[in-house]
């Protein structure tokens, strides 16, 4: 098996080389080199006079055929990207919106409100009256309320956009034309003036996608608030991560993709079925463990152990001991059925709109959601026992992790310091400087960079400069699998003020050790959860979000819905970090834009750096800066 230790995760690619079996970095390879025209956004193909490309150093064509110059194509394929993750992202809320709304007409077969007491906080939010309503009632209209952000037609900003930012931000964006009044028709808009003849402006269309990337915000508040009050807000639960969670003696059901309504309801079925799992010979019953932003979604709120980030999704069927692959929507690569073939393991299919040629499709509904679950979990264990234990091969690798840090979760944890203002004592640290500031670390893996490492090399950096993380998707999981989401990690990684923060935090919340010097908040979508903690930190001291020493920071960016995230970040007045140049090399104006001309209109900008202790060295300047803008 080549070199490889302690059955480490390269075993596996290891075994798919002896297996002739191509992952997703055999596939790069293949690629290599890539489309130079495609790297700098400088190829389109909106019409079919084309496509047309420009020549980036000069020689050849400057204007498509239709006339259109290298900026204003480098613009309308970023748009796009930003309306394509807007429209992921919001639908994803659209569908928990719409089941919440079922729940509140009492037509729910599958579903229930769990957390009504954050039902009723979001009423209260959202301004609907509660006096005199139940649950049912109260569900229906939040539900109403929150769909009507996807289909307004006054022109007044989205409700959950207004309610969840600081009034001067708001303000500004107002004042921009970009405090969109409907999700849908703004990536709508995106696509019709990105129409062969309609906007060359570049900064009309970079202004444009900016408005559809707050719409991309204003899904994710909806998908994060209605999905806790469905499925619960989460509390911190101790876990683990990596693929050493899959269990040799168990029927392994890996959950993939994003939206919880399905997961949940797997997750549900399977303890009536743990019987039937060991009566077919596995003796540890029935092993449920998480990918990517589901995996996130059931790690927070059920604990589950959570297998592996994007990159090395393949690799969970690559260890012969995974019955079966549920996946819902978004981010699952369409190889694991090729790959499965090659093994016992079922790939199972949703949603309509996520179908793999050669998955098998059981799609989850309101009225069949239960029944179909079972039917999965019932075909997984039939799967078990057509196992071959010579294919077998589970790294041993698993990292513990204390994840769960909801807003809610951390503001009740510091209300045990300080009942009345319980933000107080983290001011009071990041004021002092025991806390420098805080990272959010967000997005994906990238084939382009050796996976987690950029991650984990910057996190190191920062901690050690006292600095807080938080994490969500890929980054979460990330340093959920190199064991930096533990106590160890405090003692071993966080600087001596931010480990003494952490140390009183973890003594507060009844530990007998630290808090982990990095803060798991979820899934992507739960980005929301990140600002509106800023946000409340900003409130609380009458300051906008840009002056609060917070940066983001993708550093292994990847997906379309990431840099929609990356957009309203900035657009919200956070400087963004990314390791990777997105594709608008081939525009030094859209470039140029990007990184700094979008400082003096939003207050927030992109840093682009691919090394990693260059970009913690970078975000540790920005941080400073805004210390001394403050201050303090
Ligand atoms: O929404 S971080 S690779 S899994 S896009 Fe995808 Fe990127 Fe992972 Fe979650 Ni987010
Ligand atoms: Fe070429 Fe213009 Fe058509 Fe694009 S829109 S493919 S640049 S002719």
């Known amino acids: 098996m080549g070199n490889c230790h302690n059955l480490s995760n390269q075993c596996l690619i290891n075994k798919a080389e002896d297996e002739n079996i191509d992952l997703v970095w055999h596939r790069y390879e293949k690629m290599l080199p890539l489309c130079g025209f495609g790297e700098k956004g400088i190829c389109c193909r909106i019409c079919m006079k084309g496509p047309c490309r420009i020549d980036p150093f000069g020689n050849g064509p400057q204007e498509g055929i239709c006339g259109a110059n290298a900026d204003t194509i480098v613009a309308?394929?970023?748009?796009?990207?930003?309306?394509?993750?807007?429209?992921?992202?919001?639908?994803?809320?659209?569908?928990?919106?719409k089941t919440l709304m079922q729940v509140g007409k009492k037509t729910s077969k599958s579903y229930a409100i769990k957390d009504s007491e954050k039902l009723r906080a979001i009423a209260k939010k959202m301004n609907i009256s509660i006096e005199g309503k139940d649950i049912y009632q109260i569900a229906e209209q939040v539900a109403y309320e929150s769909l009507k952000d996807y289909s307004r037609i006054e022109e007044e900003p989205c409700t959950w956009l207004s309610n969840s930012i600081t009034p001067p931000r708001l303000e500004k964006l107002e004042g921009l034309g970009v405090a969109l009044n409907n999700i849908e028709s703004s990536v709508a808009d995106i696509m019709s003036r990105t129409h062969l003849g309609t906007d060359a402006d570049p900064i009309n269309l970079l202004l444009a996608g900016m408005r559809c990337a707050i719409g991309d915000y204003t899904g994710m508040q909806i998908s994060t608030n209605l999905s806790d009050v469905l499925f619960g807000t989460p509390e911190p639960v101790i876990s683990e991560a990596n693929l050493g969670v899959i269990k040799k003696d168990a029927v392994n059901i890996a959950v993939h993709g994003h939206n919880p309504l399905l997961s949940e309801i797997i997750v549900d079925v399977v303890d009536e079925m743990q019987q039937e799992a060991r009566a077919a010979g596995a003796t540890a019953g029935i092993n449920i463990v998480g990918v990517?932003?589901?995996?996130?979604?059931?790690?927070?709120?059920?604990?589950?152990?959570?297998?592996?980030?994007?990159?090395?999704?393949?690799?969970?069927?690559?260890?012969?001991?995974?019955?079966?692959?549920?996946?819902?929507?978004?981010?699952?690569?369409?190889?694991?059925?090729?790959?499965?073939?090659?093994?016992?393991?079922?790939?199972?299919?949703?949603?309509?709109?996520?179908?793999?040629?050669?998955?098998?499709?059981?799609?989850?509904?309101?009225?069949?959601?239960?029944?179909?679950?079972?039917?999965?979990?019932?075909?997984?264990?039939?799967?078990?026992?057509?196992?071959?234990?010579?294919?077998?091969?589970?790294?041993?690798?698993?990292?513990?992790?204390?994840?769960?840090?909801?807003?809610e979760s951390i503001t009740n944890l510091l209300s045990k310091i300080d009942s009345e203002k319980p933000l107080r004592p983290l001011i009071d640290n990041i004021v002092n400087g025991n806390i420098r500031g805080v990272v959010l670390f967000a997005g994906c893996n990238n084939v382009k960079i050796t996976q987690d490492y950029n991650f984990v090399h910057m996190a190191k950096k920062l901690l050690e400069n006292n600095i807080l993380i938080l994490a969500t998707g890929c980054g979460a999981g990330a340093f959920a699998k190199n064991s930096l989401m533990n106590s160890e990690a405090t003692n071993k990684y966080a600087g001596e003020s931010l480990k003494a923060v952490l140390t009183m935090l973890g003594k507060e919340a009844g530990l007998d050790a630290p808090l982990p010097p990095i803060f798991h908040m979820g899934s992507c979508v739960d980005n929301s959860r990140a600002v509106d903690l800023a946000v409340n930190l900003a409130n609380e001291l009458n300051i906008d979000l840009y002056q609060l020493p917070v940066v983001a920071s993708a550093p292994e960016v990847m997906s379309e819905k990431a840099i929609a995230i990356g957009t309203w970040a900035a657009g919200l007045g956070m400087p963004v970090h990314i390791g990777l140049m997105p594709p608008v090399g081939g525009s030094p104006l859209v470039a140029e834009v990007l990184t700094s001309g979008l400082k003096d209109i939003v207050d927030g900008y992109f840093i682009v750096e691919k090394d990693p202790l260059e970009a913690a060295s970078k975000i540790i300047h920005v941080i400073e800066e805004k210390r001394a803008a403050l201050n303090v």
């Open 292 to 407: 990517c932003c589901t995996g996130n979604e059931v790690l927070l709120r059920r604990g589950i152990p959570m297998a592996s980030n994007y990159l090395s999704q393949e690799l969970t069927i690559l260890t012969g001991a995974l019955e079966a692959m549920v996946v819902d929507v978004q981010c699952i690569m369409p190889s694991l059925a090729k790959i499965a073939s090659c093994y016992h393991t079922k790939l199972f299919t949703t949603m309509p709109e996520a179908k793999i040629p050669g998955a098998d499709h059981f799609e989850l509904h309101d009225e069949n959601a239960v029944e179909n679950a079972r039917k999965i979990v019932k075909q997984s264990i039939e799967a078990y026992k057509r196992r071959d234990p010579n294919k077998i091969l589970i790294p041993e690798e698993k990292s513990q992790i204390i994840a769960g840090f909801s807003t």
């Open 76 to 97: 309308r394929n970023l748009v796009r990207m930003i309306a394509a993750g807007t429209a992921a992202h919001s639908s994803h809320g659209k569908e928990i919106a």
